[in-house]
């Protein structure tokens, strides 16, 4: 372990500070232990030196929804409705090229993906969960890695009355093991999972103290699918069946009605929105600026990358903005300010890490690094340009638990070539 | 004039065209000369080469509507409604900051960003337009420079008795003058122009043979602001003037009803649709599928990048398609492949250049090369990756009318590092 000094570097130490100027940071073993100005900055000796002038500090992005190992169907159906895409393209697919050697590869892609473009921790839900938990593991990325529930065969629990046993072994494999990866709980859908599944999950959950997931109210199809136990709503059907509380993340959350925030409110839940998905699917906008109004705890997920395409968490933060705007008929609705809360600590929160998410000693050193000396952030009068107009690509340097993984744009914990060429010769199966 | 070899490309020669490997593209002064499998490849002696290995080649992208000069004030004033946004931010800075060297190093940065992100022409709309015009003549790119016209006194007509004197003016000092600027005639909108100055910089534009432009039905407040001389909407106001022709670009159209739909599409007038700028400002979503149904030619603007925040038509791209599929509630609506066209070739007939935007021998050499080896365009099935995943920084190479001005992300034609500090310098001011 080396310990690291970030030197002379704009700092924004969290959402909604003030951007601070000629900055020190210090780094020791994982932790960030020293702040201040430069004036103060200890000497340069011992210490791994990064020189950050011209460049932004700022917490590593949290992606609060991904399944990683879809890196490989990437593009391969666009432009197509939410059931054609799925039962015609997507589950096909899944069924025949899904296995451990695939999730492992698609996952590092995943990874790079993700790192190149200031990704430091992401929520996680597949299957052979324990082949994307190595996969994050190996590229040095925090990662709460959910394994998937359904009742029907998947591709990792061929039999689905194995389902609970599945997630319970992989839970007990995984939990306490990497200081970067905490199991969880995947329950699919409200429409994938009958109700005494869904309650086992959670059970199962509790009992292991992990986090228990769930895609909810994504589409308005599934407004009409359930019916049982409380009638009216998919958030109401969760609440009767009493999966609603500070450990569960509702993921989509879409289609929701005051009386269903104010249960979600109500129960500590969070939720992670997804609006490139939720986009490209025309799923509808969620009534983000509702949840944060309720207090609601916020996060952004990019969701698989074969309904994005894209797993970089600058454009789904434009977007969020954006659509916002659109989906409340006011320009100040979802402030730039509050969407990069949602993508740090907030979002870190909603995923059971609220650890994360801010710069300051004795916090976990999740930072990025991004290239000011750059046209399109020019001139940077504040850090609503990090929404409006930063995108991945300018990040420059990455440090994760207080390893430097990227550097210079170059990726130091995986081969990037190998996954990309491992990738690609997976890819031509479904050409 | 140094003539041009790209090897072993991949091609898109023209948007919903397929993939082709292994091309090799020549340029012989500003045209493209020849085409064809990398068998046919002529030697290299006497070409500039370029190797295409692992790169994309694809038209130059059209931004069709832009304040470039607005560069000074990106992210000075965000999440503001539109009035607040305007009166009390942007036009007093524009009284205070605008001038011919603001207008000419604001505008120079502006192309930087935008051949760095891959656009290879523009349509321009400010004041003191021959600064504009010669920045864009240093830069090398492709611009149509139209001077702006409103009834009170602007940046470079104190008054505004003098405003269509001023634009015929420009317009003589620039037509014919550089193969790659065509002035043209911009009246703000039918809010800020009499009826009588309308018609005046309509025959103006008739009489130079320059393209006529005016913003038109952006936000729904305009709807109550026409009521003369045809009462009902801002499209049928314009249509009652006589001002709706081939010759007639129509910017943003956010909120037409069916009747103006068939309106435009009748007159033979185009549209530049801005989804960023009509987002963040919560203006409304353009029925962008409704026009391309009535073979209305539709191309992409960022407009000015206070009100976006980028210039990378990239983003644009990729937020066009997902807000329309919002806007119809289809998935299938406004396709990857349509979007493409309309930064392309559709976008460059909207504004007047209908012989650029495809890449066939004999047509202007106006192109640019991606970078494919890259974990988000991973894998590459086909061109949608280009507008769901790729993003200006994916760009390399581009050629502008046979010129190469970048080249492995090293602009040629600019010094960037001077752009960025002069606009750091003037936005010290506004702090």
Chains 1, 2 share one sequence.
């Not at 990064?50 to 190992?69: F, Y």
């Not at 197509?80 to 492992?104: C, G, K, R, T």
């Not at 994307?132 to 065969?153: E, K, L, N, Q, T």
Request: net charge negative; charged share 15%.
């Amino acid at each position: 372990m080396t310990d690291t000094l970030i030197t002379n570097t704009t700092l924004l130490p969290r959402a909604g500070a003030d951007l601070l100027e000629h900055r020190y940071v210090t780094v020791r073993g994982t932790a960030i232990s020293q702040i201040g100005p430069m004036a103060a900055c200890p000497e340069s000796s011992g210490w791994q030196v990064i020189d950050g002038t011209g460049r932004l500090l700022m917490p590593g992005l949290v992606n609060g929804h991904n399944h990683a190992a879809m890196t490989l169907f990437r593009g391969y159906a666009d432009d197509l409705s939410l059931q054609d895409w799925l039962h015609h393209y997507i589950f096909p697919a899944e069924a025949a090229h899904v296995n451990p050697d695939m999730v492992y590869w698609c996952t590092t892609l995943a990874a790079a993906e993700m790192i190149r473009s200031g990704t430091t921790c992401v929520a996680d839900g597949y299957f052979f969960s324990s082949h994307a938990a190595r996969a994050f593991a190996d590229a040095g990325m925090r990662a709460v890695v959910a394994h998937g529930i359904v009742d029907f065969p998947a591709p990792s629990v061929p039999d689905p009355a194995d389902n609970i046993d599945t997630v319970a072994r992989f839970i007990e494999q995984w939990q306490n093991v990497s200081p970067h990866i905490t199991p969880g709980v995947f329950a699919h859908a409200p429409y994938t999972c009958s109700p005494k599944t869904l309650v086992q999950a959670k059970e199962l959950a509790e009992r292991c103290g992990v986090r228990f997931f769930i895609h909810i109210a994504e589409s308005s199809g599934e407004l009409q699918q359930i019916i049982e136990p409380q009638g009216d709503s998919p958030i109401k059907h969760l609440d009767g069946l009493q999966l609603l509380d500070k450990s569960t993340t509702c993921v989509h959350a879409v289609w929701l009605d005051e009386a269903d925030l104010d249960i979600v409110a109500g129960s500590g839940a969070a939720v992670i929105t997804c609006p490139q998905s939720n986009s490209k699917l025309a799923s509808g906008i969620a009534p983000v600026q509702s949840m944060l109004d309720r207090g609601i705890p916020v996060g952004i997920g990019t969701d698989g990358c074969a309904s994005n395409n894209s797993l970089d968490l600058f454009r789904e933060m434009d977007l969020l903005a954006k659509i916002n705007k659109f989906k409340t008929g006011k320009a100040t609705a979802v402030a730039a300010a509050e969407v990069l809360g949602c993508a740090t600590e907030t979002g870190a929160a909603a995923i059971g890490l609220g650890h994360l998410g801010r710069i300051e000693p004795g916090a976990p050193a999740d930072m990025i690094l991004l290239d000011l000396a750059r046209p399109h952030l020019t001139p940077l009068y504040n850090q609503d340009l990090l929404v409006y107009a930063a995108s991945g690509n300018d990040v420059d340097s990455v440090i994760i638990d207080g390893t430097l993984v990227m550097h210079n744009k170059q990726i130091l914990s995986i081969d990037v070539a190998e996954a990309m060429a491992r990738v690609n010769s997976l890819a031509t199966r479904l050409h």
